[in-house]
């Protein structure tokens, strides 16, 4: 049940509140959502009441958290605040807002400044008595440790509490007031004297230039400055007038009394009431933008496919020469500096460009480790199925994954705060604010008309301007760079394209996978059935090949080069391997005939028919191992060549050599003299090599690390409030007092017969009473109950706290007292 706003006859009447638990208290339920959706760390756990949650919204760290999420005007506001006398009348605010000179921009600004601090329970009172809590104004104020955003410095109450009267005197006397034995009358009267402009101006014009010269030196910060134990003639007169007061010995501050008169009442020198526009460096046609973005989704797509299918090869890829994997795991985690180089070597890409691929891949659920005791980076099994879906469908999910991981790959390489080396797919590379940037950025870009490709200058600009307090501690401004990566990465992917949003970005900010597919499928190439042969041994695809077509090519031929169009070339090696994977002579002409727009070029035919002549000429067993082959001539040829000896070979008979090597370095061996042998089962026939790809077990993508707790939905906030409410009326209903006997206690507390003999009465007569409990986890709580039954232990009624009918065991009730009724006549 939702408690209705007051009207302004009921605020008229409404005493000001004096606490800030009394301010939450004459809030309605749609302000206290708003509170709690705003900090939801004040959710965790829900309060018991609402006084409970005005303390918890004091804390130190709750109060921290909330100021990191004000725009730079509302944290000058809150600054300024934090410099006002408190409580302080809203035209002071305003004062040291827009100055004595006023500021018609910042004035119309400014009420909605302080409706956000209210909002996020930052600052309470009435217009004339405006207070920041109490954290925030220790957090913002200044002083010696913690020096004010404002510049400011300590009023003069403050900077001469620790100072003589007889001082206090000599600085009256100079300034030309009336002397006073009383310091607290002295302190009054030089701050009415400071706060006097015509005075102020009148007492400046006797100073000497030099004294004028520190002053502005000093006015807008840091107000504090050093002086010799016998300070020049012009700092003399400075501190004999109190326009400089000493704070330790050799230290002067200026007060900040003066400092605000030579600011012309300002607490800021600039205050920014708007953010700052984002500057649009040139407009493409949108759908150039949408182009160029998916030409860099394929990139991506066929870059992480190759990659995934380099380390998930067999070990011929040279990444393993014990077994076929991809590069080990590190034993603290993560990839080594030395496979990073190799694995940027194989992309031929920078080596910051392929820690970003690898993460890709890693968040995306394709790339893991294999978890066994000799740890090894492997692709997934979710990537065979990753592979079987259309393009448009293997980016949205990577895509969506980029934009709400946490780990940020432009952290590889850099140290830690314990000066560790981050690595690649390693730990502590998580950053909680990640997400949050990557949108807010994308978001930027959105609000500019498509094809607008703005200044990153001014889109970092912007982002400093609504959160100024975040990311700039031990590791610089972390938000910036998170950002500059964004838009390198979100082009590097084709969420942008030629700088400007591309339409599947936007679509990506909506959340729908659907519309991400939709917005990036027409602008994909459609995959070609086709290649063109040519005369120099190579092939030629003009675009991306399906891809059976483009796997059993990837077996017949090396891939030269890539680009708009990927070259292959043919030679004695390849068609070896097509022939090792129990491909035919014959097959492989029909597979080039068909698959050709060109005739097959006659040099690729001799090539072929070459290779398959002689290869399975020589066999190779194991024994150890065994060289077998009919022609004598062959095995004779092999045993003169002195790069043999190595293998150590011996004649057993005219057609038999064997050897003290494995079958397969005997079959690596001869290949290097140019050989093509082939391997041959127990029964004498060629063994048809079937190349395994590695996987690792079923993983899951490593999880976000969240910043907070999560945000609430409307669900949870509509019981958050009913349950605070309830707990609120608990506790603050009156009630009649307890028995002497009862020691003062949060809860009521009587003996089992007091407490079985109240809730009978509480039943005769329909009265709701008032009950602690303590429940099964010993969390103790107050409640108002109407009882309607006592019996076997248990008491059941309506539970006002709750609002429905509950049942309490009896012996988890600590006590019970009556309410008591109210004071203004009978009751109805």
């Excluded at 920078?350 to 978890?371: K, N, Q, V």
């Excluded at 200058?457 to 998170?482: F, M, N, Q, T």
């Excluded at 309607?788 to 509950?806: C, P, S």
Aim: glycine share 8%.
């Amino acid at each position: 049940m939702s408690s209705p706003a007051p009207s302004e006859d009921e605020s008229a009447r409404r005493p000001a509140p004096r606490s800030l638990a009394e301010a939450l208290r004459a809030r309605d339920d749609a302000s206290l959502a708003a509170l709690l959706r705003t900090r939801p760390d004040l959710l965790n756990p829900v309060p018991v009441d609402l006084t409970q949650l005005a303390t918890r919204a004091g804390t130190r760290a709750s109060v921290v958290r909330a100021l990191e999420r004000l725009d730079r005007f509302t944290l000058q506001t809150a600054e300024a605040l934090a410099v006002a006398p408190e409580p302080a009348p809203y035209p002071a605010l305003e004062r040291l807002l827009t100055g004595d000179d006023g500021d018609p921009e910042v004035a119309a600004a400014l009420p909605g400044a302080v409706a956000e601090l209210r909002e996020r329970a930052l600052v309470w009172g009435g217009e004339d008595q405006l207070r920041l809590v109490r954290t925030a104004r220790e957090l913002l104020a200044p002083s010696p440790a913690h020096p004010s955003p404002t510049g400011l410095g300590p009023t003069i109450a403050e900077a001469t509490a620790g100072m003589s009267p007889g001082r206090l005197q000599s600085v009256l006397v100079e300034t030309g007031l009336s002397s006073t034995h009383d310091s607290v009358s002295a302190v009054r009267a030089l701050t009415r004297l400071f706060q006097d402009r015509q005075r102020m101006a009148a007492l400046l014009d006797e100073a000497p230039t030099d004294a004028v010269e520190i002053l502005g030196r000093l006015v807008w910060g840091p107000p504090y400055g050093q002086v010799t134990a016998a300070p020049a003639p012009h700092l003399r007169w400075l501190l004999d007038r109190g326009l400089l007061l000493p704070t330790s010995p050799g230290t002067v501050v200026l007060p900040r009394e003066a400092a605000l008169y030579l600011r012309g009442g300002r607490a800021h020198r600039l205050v920014e009431p708007h953010p700052p526009r984002l500057t649009v460096t040139v407009e493409r046609e949108p759908t150039v933008v949408d182009a160029a973005a998916a030409g860099q989704a394929y990139t991506t797509l066929s870059t992480l496919e190759d990659l995934l299918k380099e380390w998930g090869a067999p070990n011929e890829t040279n990444w393993s020469k014990t077994r076929g994997t991809g590069p080990s795991v590190l034993r603290a985690g993560g990839l080594s500096q030395r496979d990073l180089k190799r694995t940027a070597a194989f992309m031929e890409v920078p080596e910051d460009i392929a820690a970003f691929w690898l993460e890709l891949a890693l968040a995306g659920g394709l790339l893991a480790s294999d978890g066994e005791a000799d740890e090894h980076y492997a692709p997934t099994p979710y990537y065979d199925d990753w592979l079987e879906l259309p393009p448009a469908e293997r980016w949205a999910p990577l895509a969506a994954a980029w934009l709400l991981a946490t780990r940020t790959a432009g952290l590889v390489g850099g140290s830690d705060t314990k000066d560790r080396t981050l690595s690649a797919l390693g730990p502590h590379l998580d950053r909680s604010a990640a997400p949050e940037v990557r949108r807010r950025v994308l978001e930027l870009l959105a609000e500019l008309p498509p094809g607008a490709v703005p200044e990153p200058d001014s889109v970092l600009a912007r982002l400093r301007w609504e959160r100024p307090l975040r990311g700039a501690a031990a590791e610089g401004d972390l938000r910036s760079r998170i950002a500059r990566w964004t838009l390198s990465e979100a082009e590097l992917i084709g969420v942008t394209g030629r700088g400007a949003l591309s339409g599947q970005g936007r679509a990506l900010l909506g959340g729908d996978a659907k519309q991400v597919v939709s917005a990036l499928a027409p602008y994909l190439p459609e995959p070609l059935d086709h290649v063109l042969l040519q005369a120099d041994l190579t092939a030629v695809a003009p675009g991306p090949l399906e891809r059976p077509l483009a796997e059993r090519l990837s077996v017949l031929a090396d891939i030269e080069s890539k680009g708009g169009a990927t070259v292959y070339r043919f030679t004695p090696g390849s068609v070896r391997r097509a022939l090792d994977a129990g491909y035919s002579a014959s097959d492989v002409h029909t597979f080039l005939a068909s698959h050709s727009r060109t005739p097959v070029p006659q040099p690729l035919t001799y090539l072929v028919d070459d290779v398959a002549r002689r290869h399975g000429h020589l066999r190779v067993g194991a024994a150890a191992s065994y060289v077998r082959c009919d022609d004598e001539a062959v095995l004779d040829e092999i045993m003169a060549d002195k790069r043999a000896q190595p293998l150590r070979l011996r004649r057993l008979a005219p057609t038999v050599v064997a050897a003290q090597i494995d079958p397969a370095a005997l079959l690596d061996g001869l290949r290097s003299l140019g050989f093509a042998p082939a391997a041959e089962g127990p029964g004498g026939d060629v063994l048809i090599r079937h190349t395994p790809q590695r996987r690792t077990p079923q993983r899951r993508a490593p999880e976000p690390v969240p910043e907070g707790p999560p945000l609430p939905d409307a669900t949870l906030l509509s019981a958050a409030v009913r349950a605070i409410r309830a707990g609120d009326s608990a506790a603050t209903t009156p009630h009649k007092p307890l028995p002497r006997t009862t020691p003062p206690a949060t809860l009521p507390r009587t003996s089992p017969a007091e407490t079985l003999v109240t809730m009978q009465n509480a039943v005769l007569t329909g009265e709701p009473v008032w009950i602690g409990y303590i429940n099964a986890e010993g969390t103790a709580s107050q409640r108002v109950i109407a009882p309607v039954r006592v019996e076997g232990g248990f008491v059941t009624g309506f539970d006002h706290t709750a609002d429905e009918v509950r049942t309490y065991p009896l012996h988890r009730v600590t006590g019970v007292a009556e309410i008591e009724p109210p004071s203004e006549g009978p009751r109805r």
